[in-house]
């Protein structure tokens, strides 16, 4: 069981509005910035979002967000590239370790 | 451009050892701190340990704890894990990750190396 709770799977058409939520606790979500990771097909992970933060080179079609202890990443005007496996992840003060959540898999239709 | 990449993968039966490495090129390696993520077959991302920029404090998942060892060497730009009384749960792709300053986010990840643990 994941420290951090991700929805299993979640779709959209393409063109969409999709967000997608990462829950955590005041010892994580609640203290730290979350960062988003996009893993497509199991290839190696890519920064997606840091905070509210986009990395270089992500379209500004990706934001993030933060209210209490639950964070949340949206992609306006879905497309077909961004169907891929997300993980929320941050640190949690109490155990001293970082956490990521189970991961929520975008499928775009 | 930052790049880190690993090597050290391999087959290793139950009980084994083997080190796992991370060059980085790119940017001021010694100014970051560094960690290990790892992605068991059909499984999601786990996280297993991290070092701080001078290597004077590391951390880990409660997993590996007592099995597993990080160190750097920040004159040669390289990271390593130790990886000790090797399980099969511990057949993974195991990841090298750079971290965003003072934030525990990570921004960079190499390509992986996989480890096979099995008789």
């Known amino acids: 069981q994941s420290a951090l709770t991700q929805e299993a799977s979640v779709s959209g058409t393409v063109g969409q509005k999709v967000t997608l939520s990462c829950i955590g606790n005041?010892?994580?979500?609640?203290?730290?910035?979350v960062g988003w990771y996009q893993q497509i097909s199991h290839g190696a992970p890519k920064t997606v979002m840091f905070?509210?933060s986009l990395p270089s080179g992500i379209p500004d079609r990706f934001s993030g967000s933060k209210s209490g202890t639950t964070a949340s990443l949206t992609i306006w005007g879905l497309q077909p590239e961004d169907e891929a496996d997300y993980y929320c992840?941050?640190?949690?003060?109490?155990?001293?370790?970082?956490?990521f959540g189970g991961g929520t898999k975008l499928t775009v239709l | 451009e930052v790049q880190l990449v690993e090597s050290g993968g391999g087959l290793v039966k139950p009980g084994g050892s083997l080190r796992l490495s991370c060059v980085a090129s790119?940017?001021?390696?010694?100014?970051?701190?560094m960690n290990w993520v790892r992605q068991a077959p059909g499984k999601g991302l786990e996280w297993v340990s991290s070092?701080?920029?001078?290597?004077?404090?590391?951390y880990y998942a409660d997993a590996v704890k007592g099995r597993f060892t990080m160190s750097r060497d920040n004159a040669r730009n390289v990271m390593y894990l130790e990886m000790n009384s090797l399980r099969a749960e511990d057949t993974a792709m195991y990841y090298c990750?750079?971290?965003?300053?003072?934030?525990?986010?990570?921004?960079?990840w190499g390509q992986g190396t996989l480890v096979t643990v099995s008789s």
């Open positions: 990750a750079r971290e965003l300053l003072g934030a525990s986010l990570f921004d960079s």
């Open positions: 790119g940017f001021t390696f010694s100014s970051y701190s």
């Open positions: 070092i701080t920029s001078s290597g004077s404090v590391t």
């Open positions: 005041s010892n994580n979500i609640g203290y730290y910035a």
């Open positions: 905070g509210n």
């Open positions: 992840s941050t640190w949690d003060y109490s155990l001293s370790v970082q956490v």
